[in-house]
């Protein structure tokens, strides 16, 4: 049983066009394009034994090729991370068993994440799908709820059933506390995080099936397994030294930057 982490990169956003290639400065003030800083924050992970960026664009495929990485070009019409990780398939050794998807804008995500969700892959053999998901602070609470009341979009959140399998994922804050309540003080709150792993079977099976209304009213890619009854395991870790942002908008590049600067990353 081998491990493959793939970076799903595409060139279209409407939010942000181009982003792979977004120029990201270190603390040496030296630029990198976001695919280049996704495959050295992967490489940082233990365990793995294959590394591929999945991407529809040439340029992209260039310079993850400078960078080592293997390539593995997807069509263009892949609706999320998750699709374009299971075209990326029959690039794949027959072998790899456990694929990791490693977000190719969340940069920031702190490689103990990724291998605990790799270990919770092998320790558990009939686990199909597997992704991450943080305790919230009051703090963290309390700006996810701000935003909520503001509408914007703070963060995803997930409630698990009695095997930390997943219940369901929004958009919202869930579960619902009332103001006043003394879990506001300890909110039973899971902040999830975009890092998924997968058997090779659940995503060739994700891929068949059609996509749900639930995933595109939330506009989460993983609410299509719950639809469809396939178990995904959440592992519970303690929030990260650091804030792991996605580079989502172009403004989110100066917070970034500030943070590769502050843990030295040149």
Known sequence: MTTAIIIPARYASSRFPGKPLAPLKGASGLSKPL????IE??????????????TDDERIANVALECGAQIAMTPPECANGSERVGAALPSLP?????????QGDALLTP????????AHMHEHPNCEVATVAVRCSPTVYAHLVNDQAHGRVGGTTVVCNARNEALYFSKRVLPHIAVGSTYEDSPPVLLHLGLYAY?????????????????????LEQLRFLFYGIPVAVVVADPPEWDAIELNNPSDTGPIEAILSARGIV
């Open 35 to 38: 695919v280049q800083r996704s």
């Open 41 to 54: 924050a992967a490489r940082t992970v233990q365990g793995v034994d294959h590394l591929f960026v999945a």
């Open 94 to 102: 027959e072998d790899v068993d456990v694929i990791v998807n490693f």
């Open 111 to 118: 490689p103990d994440l990724v291998s605990m969700l790799i």
């Open 199 to 219: 058997r090779r079977s659940a995503l060739e099976r994700y891929a068949a099936l059609p996509t749900t209304d639930l995933e595109a009213i939330e506009g």
